[in-house]
């Protein structure tokens, strides 16, 4: 007789998770011979599940990356594309995000760099970080039209508050001065305050060049690069891999 007014009073308190083993447990055989504290306990059990399911869920959508489906538990190490495969289960630990450092992962196009970089932001939101995909060349773009119509201070700040800030295919174009002041501004204020993990097809060695101007390149990249991982891939594009064997694999 208290089945529905139960189910109501726990929606009422938005206690889903509750409310679902609640309706669930009432229809399972062998629930009728546990204790009132196991009964509760399955019930706060289910709760905390849901919640944590859902902050999950939330951190997801917030991040709003490229590739959604990347699972750390499906990364590919047998592929030969110089993927360290202890170095990788490591960064999946999250130990550098709490560390507050940074992430470099370099390779030729298709060898699954976005992908990687897709998986350790999924692994760190289940960790409860939060995480901020931007690709680059849009990014810049977003900056460009935020200075203009006054949503820069929002839109700064949500780059800088973030605990990982993806940056998806640096390069190859060169920085405009604009472009190298806001990138400078991002450096100064996360460093030290969240990591960035930053991907490009281009070697590390170049990114100077890419930058322009020396005194801005010297103290942005000193920011990035001096207590960073890196992640040097090569190999054959997946892309090509799959045209020859009908290969899943997520590219770039």
């Not at 929002?154 to 190859?172: A, E, M, Y």
């Not at 070697?203 to 930058?211: Q, R």
Request: aromatic residues 6%; hydrophobic residues 35%; proline residues 3%.
């Amino acid at each position: 007789m208290l089945d529905h007014p139960t189910l109501d009073q726990l929606k009422t308190l938005r206690l889903d998770g509750m409310a679902e083993a609640f309706a669930e447990m009432q229809t399972q055989d062998g629930t009728a011979d546990l204790t009132h504290a196991e009964w509760l306990g399955l019930l706060i059990d289910r709760e905390a599940t849901s919640r944590e399911t859902k902050r999950f869920e939330s951190r997801m959508r917030t991040a709003r990356l490229r590739h959604i489906g990347a699972a750390p538990e499906d990364v590919d190490y047998k592929t030969r594309r110089g993927l360290d495969k202890a170095l990788f289960q490591s960064l999946l630990t999250g130990k550098w995000i709490t560390d507050k450092r940074n992430l470099m992962i370099t390779g030729p196009c298709g060898v699954g760099k976005t992908w990687l970089a897709c998986a350790l932001a999924q692994a760190a939101c289940r960790d409860g970080t939060t995480v901020l995909y931007k690709r680059t060349t849009r990014l810049f773009d977003e900056l460009e039209l935020a200075h203009g119509d006054g949503r820069f201070p929002r839109l700064f700040k949500s780059l800088i508050k973030t605990q990982l800030l993806i940056l998806d295919d640096w390069g190859p174009d060169r920085l405009n001065a604009s472009q190298r002041r806001d990138l400078m501004e991002i450096g100064e204020d996360r460093y030290g305050n969240g990591s960035t993990l930053i991907t490009s097809q281009l070697p590390i060695s170049t990114w100077h060049d890419v930058i322009g101007e020396p005194t801005f390149a010297d103290a942005i990249l000193d920011r990035l690069i001096h207590n960073a991982y890196r992640i040097e891939l090569d190999g054959q594009s997946f892309r090509k891999q799959e045209v020859k064997s009908g290969d899943e694999t997520p590219a770039n």
